[in-house]
């Protein structure tokens, strides 16, 4: 496009059975600044060519790879590039809105939550699971504790490894000026600011979820979260 992007990228680990599945979900803006400071939009039919984004993202991948590893097992490699690399690309449903509060429900999640572990006896552990091969039926599965716990390290990222990053003009250092710019060029409001759960909880209950509702005090401390 001859303009500069914003891209933000969050890092995936995991599946539903807790199986090591890496994969990378961006936010692309369809569009950028120009050099001139002007904004630069993609053709509303096409944004960018996913077939050799797929075999680009492949080259660059292995090259890494192989300066990483300078012992690395050559049929291993070819064998990667043989494969084909799956890139998928899609417009938003809705909004672009609707995309980035869909992703952030996830950047700050671990592979597995509380309630999907069904039980522990006998040294196993049980969950349920998604099986999105089988129209997304809900299904069990029991590992021993050792497996259980071996497949939730494969998940815990290694000391300074960023799991999510920026850049373009989305970047930290870019946003400061180039955001507000993109901002303004596309007559972009500022999202509503989201309220806080206690906000929200005022709101349903008609007072503060610090007040008692018996005496009125304004001092009740929250100990923890009644599970539904």
Known sequence: MGAEIGLTAVLHTWGQNL???PHIHCIVPAGGLSKTGHWQASRQKFFLPVKVL???FRGKFLAL?????????????????????VVYCK???KTAASVVEYLGRYTHRVAI??????????GNVTFKWRDYKDGSRWKTMTLTAMEFIRRLLMHVLPQGFMKIRHFGFLSSRGKQMKLKRCQQLTHTKNLPKRRSTMEILAKILGRKPS??????????????????
């Open 54 to 56: 797929s075999r680009k």
């Open 113 to 122: 939550s509380n309630h999907r572990i069904l039980k522990l006896e006998d």
């Open 211 to 228: 007040q008692c509702p018996c005496c009125g005090f304004d001092g009740l401390q929250q100990l923890g979260l009644s599970p539904p």
């Open 91 to 93: 417009p938003p449903f």
């Open 65 to 85: 790879l192989k300066q990483e590893f300078t012992d690395i097992d050559q049929n291993l490699l070819n064998t990667c590039y043989q494969k084909e690399w």
């Open 19 to 21: 199986s090591f599945h």
